[in-house]
């Protein structure tokens, strides 16, 4: 597949809410019976039950070949055929086609500090699965984080495969930089991670636990927030939304970038680091070693720390929803100190989206994590702020917070990993005749 990130995510005139190779009318080359699959697949995947007569139309393909590759993607699995329309109509009854459910499944799951959560979603873009679990601070250390990981998706590979669903990949939601080219987390300061190989790692240690008979899905890694601003403009795409920024509010600030319908990476990857600008040059220690960086004012830690070690805000042991939860509670109750420090958290969340404002004009930012909990005390006054700064009030940007809370990494790590079979969907077995 393609690596995880250069996927297009295409807006509503695409036929795959990421788009793709195939993705945009049909091929003239070697693989183009595999190109116009992919045409029909997608198209289908994003649209009610069509008849073949509209799937030749929208799709541009001749009627013969229509035919041909529509029973070819029904004998494996990959479409169903409605019953025929007999309301009265003139003429012979149309057919409608459409995605089938559980037939191919993308594997998503996120790595965060406190837990990890597992997506599993199908062609028909429903999920078939979520799960999470705790991991404690020994688990940090990359051979338990990796063997916990394993022992994962080993059971999820296990229950699609007794129930006849294909698997085309993982993909791993990963806080920090990746290294693309070798599938590697070059830096994690929420995990404290230098260089570690973590997809070979966890191929290896999912592969201990299978049959010899069966193979490892391709694995891959992108970065958590990038993963998150996918599965988010899943939905601002289809009310034309082409530009969005999904900031993600937990231990650190992470961005998601979707320019002009497309997720950007960047030269190495670092694309979305926004947590490290310098919002106070002079300002608090980062763990990043710096000063003055976003996160100091902005994440989690920035509220945690006013509460002595051992108060169940500080035990990263617990996950992210629960921590944030308590605060939460403790703000509504006239926490005085904490709703302080959220007054500054506001003030540089206004400071730097002044900055990401004007240099990536999105139609949209999207608030996760704490910020979306705290929805009544960071919208109103940074929306206020962000306006009153305009240099064209017709540019002004929508701030809201995100639909798909914890999830949203890890389903959109699990769209990623479909990407494949969209691509070329012959990955997924004939199924036998009866």
């Known amino acids: 597949m393609p690596a995880a990130g ?37 198209h289908l995947q994003t649209s009610p039950a069509l008849s073949r007569t509209r799937l030749t139309r ?36 149309s057919t409608g086609l459409r995605t089938a459910p559980r037939a191919a499944a993308g594997i998503g799951l996120e790595i965060s500090g406190a837990s990890l959560l597992l997506s599993i979603a199908d062609l028909t873009g429903e999920v078939v699965l979520r799960r999470s679990e705790l991991v404690g601070d020994a688990e940090h250390r990359p051979d338990r984080m990796i063997e916990h990981v394993a ?6 590979l296990d229950q699609l495969t007794r129930q006849g669903t294909t698997v085309p990949g993982i993909v791993l939601a990963q806080p920090g930089i990746i290294d693309y080219a070798g599938n590697t ?50 939905r601002y795409a289809q009310t034309g ?15 998601g970038i979707i320019s002009d319908g497309h997720l950007l990476r960047g030269w190495l990857g670092l694309t979305g680091e926004v947590g490290h600008m310098p919002v106070e040059p002079e300002g608090l220690a980062c763990r990043c070693g710096r000063r003055g960086c976003w996160e100091t004012r902005s994440g989690l830690q920035a509220l945690t720390s006013a509460y002595p070690p051992g108060d169940a805000v500080r035990d990263e042991t617990t996950s992210l929803d629960e921590r944030i939860e308590i605060l939460r509670q403790r ?3 006239g926490d005085a100190e904490l709703t302080r420090r959220l007054e500054l958290s506001q003030q540089a969340l206004t400071r730097a989206l002044a900055i990401l404002e004007d240099v990536l004009n999105p139609q949209v930012i999207v608030l996760s994590g704490y910020l979306a909990a705290f929805a009544d005390v960071f919208l109103s006054p940074t929306a206020t702020a962000l306006k009153a700064r305009l ?6 940007v929508r701030l809201e917070t995100s639909h798909l809370g914890q999830w949203a990494s890890s389903h959109g790590a699990a769209l990623v990993a479909l990407e494949s079979v969209l691509d070329n969907p012959t990955l997924v077995d004939r199924r036998p005749t009866s």
Request: proline share 6%; with cysteine.
């Open 6 to 42: 250069w996927i297009p995510a295409d807006g509503p005139t695409s036929w795959g809410s990421l788009g793709g190779p195939g993705a945009h009318g049909p091929k003239a080359h070697a693989d183009v019976r595999i190109s116009n699959m992919s045409l029909i697949l997608r």
């Open 58 to 93: 929208e799709t541009g393909l001749s009627k013969a070949t229509v035919s041909t590759l529509v029973a070819e993607l029904c004998s494996r699995g990959l479409l169903l055929e409605e019953e025929p329309d007999l309301s009265g109509n003139v003429g012979r009854p």
């Open 151 to 156: 022992a994962m998706l080993s059971h999820a």
């Open 185 to 234: 987390v070059r830096y994690s300061s929420t995990l404290e991670w230098h260089d570690i190989p973590v997809a070979d790692r966890v191929r290896d240690a999912v592969a201990r636990r299978m049959s010899p008979k069966d193979s490892v899905p391709t694995i891959t890694l992108e970065n958590d927030a990038k993963l998150a601003a996918l599965a988010t403009y899943e």
């Open 241 to 255: 939304v082409r530009n969005l920024l999904y900031l993600s509010g937990g231990e650190g600030i992470g961005a």
């Open 331 to 333: 703000f509504d109750a």
């Open 391 to 396: 240099l064209d009030q017709r540019a002004a």
